[in-house]
């Protein structure tokens, strides 16, 4: 019994001496992939633990919620080499990716490259969750299947959480994600020698890259994104200056490995290993001085302006106002009666604005004179391209770097897709170029970016700098300048011939061609490339992944097909208004150009009048009914325009788009506006004061056929004043901006939604309407130019944003206006200034000025809100 118990003894100690060596050895194998005294970490463990972290804090998000529905469940298992293009696994040579994917292990296997080139080129177009998808496979692909660690790949996971000009700011589960991936990184990097010879894998996972300068830019690229999240989390993490600090670390990595001096390069380097000669390197480094002042990089007049140096205060950019040269006194002094067709001033027209003999003989030369507000202005010359970038820049940005670096990566690789991509973001808010041919007697018109009121006591109002400051103590634009949007235009052309037939590589950057092509005149273009866009995020929704910024192409494409004139294509794309809580509630916050224009001022924009007043039928008969909350917070009563409005949205934004939409319709019914008409201005002003505090309904109707023009405008009024979020800089927009800090990215957000000025403009574009309803008088004509003056104003007060904020150009209004009235020399100038300073080469402008050049107004309006054909 004895020899019994003691042989059972044995194999039980044999199992436990075993099962103690197997734990050793797993904890050696453990402690040594986190200590290298230990020996060498296996990679594809190291990896492995990186990629569980990312998972854990940042992860992409899952397929299967890509889409609303159950379609997509079961999605996450599927694979994604061939998910975006088309089915097409990778990204096809002939798109510009530079040579990062080079650095992907050849070991890794050819599935690892196409996942990364998948994920880098959704990276350079902004889809950050798709990216991450994508390197994140790439990595597992690379370990689990080859047992190889990838650097780059984990780099890519990094890249993912970045910010950009769009999202410029971290939070810390993303940070505390990238941080684990380039531990890995590093470990990965630590373990190559950097010798020439073939990319080769040792039994742990590492290997060697094929040459010095392959080793060289995998260490930059990794050592930058490090330098950008730092070692650990410091206590103010989130703040504003450490957000600016973050950036400004990493801009100075990248700075450091462009300009390695020859004396600090490595024994196993040579001076042509030199990243400063590096698409790659070159284009990371242009992105990187742009994202600490996102679009903020130009002192110009219509694009995000210099910060003010009182950071509650918003810095609004301003134009040269219009001359008054369209008065109701020829310039003989007699007076000139005008109608809205034209008619009453056909004989008059001789001693109206200059235009007796036509175009050539003065109209041109009064309107570019008007342009310039009569400032006696010289041309100073052109300037050379580096002066003048240097003088225009917003103070902080690192505008000439970002122009210098980007120029260069697309020279080395041409079509560089992130090169082009932040070069069209950093001119797109440059001026239009001049292409507007002059017509026989029009002289050379002075800039027409100069402010109205700068002082000429001025000493820095110098007429040889192109005469007096611009926005914020810049110099005025001069004339000939070499700075437009223009400068673009080759990136756009390349990013649209690489991915007119591969937009599924990444939609967000063939729609960026569309940002430039609409800022030099090619809007039929730019509606084709954002039909290939949308097209192409439609197809990621039905493959069950994510489009980037799907909203934002749609509203480019109803944009850009309005100011082209094409109406089946701005019809189809148009957002449907719903109901209560439905599109146009959803994105009542958010800023105009995220979202497509409503199917109500695309119909009033074409003058497609049956199709607003369906709407409204529609939603009348769908609408909700009062709710006690309602009735009990309206003890008073309310007007009918407001109970109207109140049962068919639930926002002060989508009701004040359903006013303004039924306001302009109740205008084109032929009946004479509400208010007495004796000619005399207070009459008009008495009825604004007496109606605006009160409901003034003469009876209670349900219908909206039967509300008056001036109960919406007065209900528009109310909603802006009082409902509408204010643009000032105390109001803070969740999400979106919070600009009451002095800080470089929320204080100055392009992404201000501005609602409350759009607003404003809408009003007065309304209250002209109403005013030019029925017959012509002289005191109507008063009031609808101040009106229409006043929406030009406000219109202008607009930052730059692309598809821009307002619908309606108000200047075409005001052009229409002229026509309208007899006054051709200034409905040219209006005309010509929209073209010249704002929407190059549109049709509604152009025809506008051929009207005027023909001194009628024809059978058409470049205004429909207000003037019908």
Not at 55 to 79: I, K, M, T, V
Not at 620 to 634: G, H, I, M, Q, T
Not at 724 to 747: C, Q, W
Request: proline share 7%; aromatic share 6%; net charge negative.
């Amino acid at each position: 019994s004895s020899s019994s118990s003691s042989s059972s003894r044995l194999p039980r100690a044999v199992v436990a001496i075993l099962a103690v060596v197997v734990a050793i050895v797993i904890g050696v194998r453990a402690l040594r992939d986190r200590v290298p005294a230990l020996g060498e970490p296996d990679l594809a463990r190291v990896t492995a633990r990186a990629l569980r972290e990312v998972h854990r804090l940042a992860p992409a998000p899952p397929r299967a919620a890509a889409d609303p529905g159950a379609r997509c469940e079961g999605y996450d298992d599927l694979p994604l080499l061939g998910a975006y293009n088309a089915g097409v696994a990778g990204v096809p040579k002939s798109v510009a990716l530079g040579d990062i994917d080079a650095l992907v292990p050849a070991a890794a296997g050819e599935d690892a490259r196409n996942l990364f080139r998948q994920g880098l080129a959704l990276r350079f177009g902004f889809n950050v969750d798709e990216a991450r998808r994508n390197f994140v496979a790439a990595a597992e692909t690379a370990a689990d299947a080859h047992g190889v660690g990838c650097a780059v790949c984990l780099w890519g996971i990094a890249r993912s959480l970045m910010p950009d000009v769009n999202n410029y700011k971290t939070r810390r589960p993303a940070r505390d994600a990238a941080r684990a991936a380039l531990a890995a990184a590093r470990t990965i990097v630590a373990r190559m020698n950097g010798t020439a010879g073939d990319d080769r894998t040792d039994a742990a996972g590492a290997y060697s890259l094929t040459d010095p300068k392959s080793s060289k830019k995998l260490r930059a690229l990794v050592e930058s994104a490090s330098a950008f999240f730092g070692d650990g989390e410091a206590p103010d993490a989130d703040a504003e200056n450490a957000q600016l600090a973050a950036h400004e670390r990493y801009l100075a990595a990248l700075r450091a490995w462009t300009k390695k001096s020859k004396s600090s390069i490595d024994e196993n380097e040579n001076e042509n290993d030199d990243l400063g000669e590096d698409a790659d390197v070159l284009a990371l480094l242009g992105e990187a001085a742009m994202n600490p002042t996102p679009w903020r990089y130009w002192r110009r007049d219509g694009s995000y302006a210099n910060p003010d140096r009182d950071p509650r205060r918003k810095p609004e950019p301003r134009r040269v106002r219009g001359n008054s040269r369209g008065t109701e006194k020829g310039r003989s002094g007699s007076e000139v009666p005008r109608g809205w067709t034209g008619a009453a001033a056909e004989g008059e027209a001789d001693v109206d604005g200059g235009v007796a003999d036509g175009v050539a003989d003065g109209m041109a030369d009064d309107a570019a004179d008007g342009v310039a507000d009569d400032l006696d202005v010289e041309d100073p010359g052109p300037l050379g391209v580096e002066a003048e970038v240097e003088e225009r820049k917003s103070e902080g940005a690192h505008t000439a770097e970002a122009m210098t670096a980007l120029s260069s990566a697309l020279r080395l690789a041409p079509g560089h897709l992130l090169a082009a991509h932040m070069l069209v973001h950093l001119t797109e808010s440059l001026p239009p170029p001049k292409l507007r041919p002059a017509v026989d007697g029009e002289s050379s018109p002075v800039d027409r970016r100069v402010i109205d009121d700068a002082d000429p006591t001025d000493p820095t109002n110098n007429p040889s700098r192109g005469g007096g400051m611009g926005i914020d103590g810049g110099p005025k634009t001069p004339i000939h300048s070499f700075l437009t949007a223009a400068l673009g235009e080759t990136a756009a052309d390349s990013l649209a011939s690489q991915l007119t037939r591969n937009a599924g590589v990444s939609p967000h950057l063939i729609h960026m061609a569309a940002h430039t092509y609409v800022r030099v005149g090619r809007w039929r273009e730019a509606v084709q490339i954002s039909k290939l866009a949308v097209a192409a995020d439609e197809a990621f929704k039905l493959n069950c992944v994510y489009p980037y910024g799907a909203d934002h192409n749609v509203a480019m494409l109803v944009s850009a097909a309005s100011m082209a004139g094409d109406v089946a294509t701005a019809a189809e794309h148009a957002m449907a208004p719903g109901l209560r809580h439905g599109p146009m509630d959803a994105h009542a916050g958010l800023t105009s150009g995220f979202y497509p224009a409503n199917s109500l001022v695309v119909s009033a924009r074409f003058g497609r009048w049956d199709e607003v007043r369906a709407a409204a039928d529609a939603a009348e008969l769908r609408r909700a009914p009062l709710s006690k909350a309602y009735v009990d917070a309206n003890p008073q009563g309310t007007t009918n325009a407001e109970r109207w409005t109140w049962r068919v949205a639930a926002s002060p934004w989508a009701r004040a788009q359903w006013a303004y939409a039924l306001g302009l319709a109740s205008t084109k019914d032929g009946a004479e506006p509400e208010y007495p008409d004796n000619d005399n201005d207070e009459v008009y002003a008495h009825h604004a004061t007496t109606t605006n505090n009160q409901p003034t309904d003469a009876k209670t109707t349900e219908s909206w056929r039967e509300i008056s023009g001036w109960e919406w405008i007065e209900h528009l009024r109310k909603l802006t004043i009082r409902k509408i979020t204010d643009d000032s800089p105390d109001v803070v927009v969740p999400g979106l901006t919070a600009r009451n800090v002095s800080s470089p990215f929320d204080h100055y957000s392009p992404f201000c939604p501005w609602k409350r000025l759009i607003a404003s403009v809408m009003v007065e574009t309304l209250q002209a309407a109403y005013v030019v309803k029925g017959e012509y008088t002289p005191n109507k004509a008063l009031m609808a130019k101040y009106h229409l003056q006043t929406a030009v104003k406000m219109y202008d007060k607009l930052p730059y944003f692309e598809p821009e904020h307002h619908y309606l150009p108000a200047r075409q209004c005001l052009g229409e206006f002229y026509l309208r009235t007899g006054d051709f020399a200034g409905a040219y100038k209006q005309f010509a200034r929209d073209l010249d300073d704002d929407h190059p080469q549109n049709p509604w402008s152009l025809r506008g000025l051929e009207r005027a050049a023909a001194r009628t107004f024809g059978n058409e309006s470049a205004c429909n809100e207000v003037f019908t054909p």
